[in-house]
C-alpha cells in the first residue's frame, strides 16, 4: 500500500501484524522499518522514530537470524530505511547522514540498493535546494 502511496491503507494491515507473534528477528526488524516508513509517509514523525528505534534495537541486540522471507535487512538496509523516512519527513540533513552511513556498509554488488539509496540522496539534495 505504501509504494501505491496509499500508507493510511497499510495501518490496519501493519495493526494485524502486531497480533501476531512472530519469532524471527530478521522479521521483527523489516515489519519495524516498514512500518516507520509508513508512518513518515503520514508525516507522524513520533511514531516513525519509535518504530526505526526498535530496529535499530533489534539489530544491535541479537544477529538478524535467518531472513526467511528474503528481506535483504542488514544494517545498510535498516540505514536506507531510515533515511527514506527522513525524506518523507521534510528533513534532509538528517536523511543524508543515514543514506551516507547506508552507502558506507553498502555491499559493493548491491547494485539496486545502491540505486536507490543514491536516489534518496538525490531527492534529500533538492529538498535542500542544492540542485
Request: hydrophobic fraction near 40%.
Amino acid at each position: 500500500m505504501l509504494y501505491w502511496k496509499r500508507p493510511q491503507q497499510a495501518l490496519p494491515l501493519l495493526q494485524e501484524v502486531h497480533q501476531l507473534t512472530i519469532q524471527h528477528t530478521c522479521t521483527i526488524c523489516w515489519l519495524a522499518v516498514v512500518e516507520a516508513e509508513v508512518y513518515a509517509a503520514l508525516g507522524n514523525q513520533d511514531a516513525c522514530e519509535k518504530s526505526l528505534t526498535t530496529a535499530k534495537t533489534l539489530l544491535k541486540k541479537k544477529v538478524l537470524g535467518e531472513d526467511r522471507y528474503a528481506t535483504g535487512l542488514s544494517a545498510s538496509r535498516i540505514a536506507g530505511y531510515e533515511g527514506a523516512c527522513y525524506v518523507r519527513l521534510y528533513q534532509p540533513r538528517r536523511a543524508l547522514l543515514a543514506l551516507q552511513q547506508a552507502l558506507s556498509q553498502l555491499d559493493a554488488q548491491a547494485l539496486r540498493q545502491q540505486s536507490t539509496l543514491l536516489t534518496d540522496m538525490g531527492i534529500a539534495y533538492a529538498q535542500q535546494g542544492n540542485i
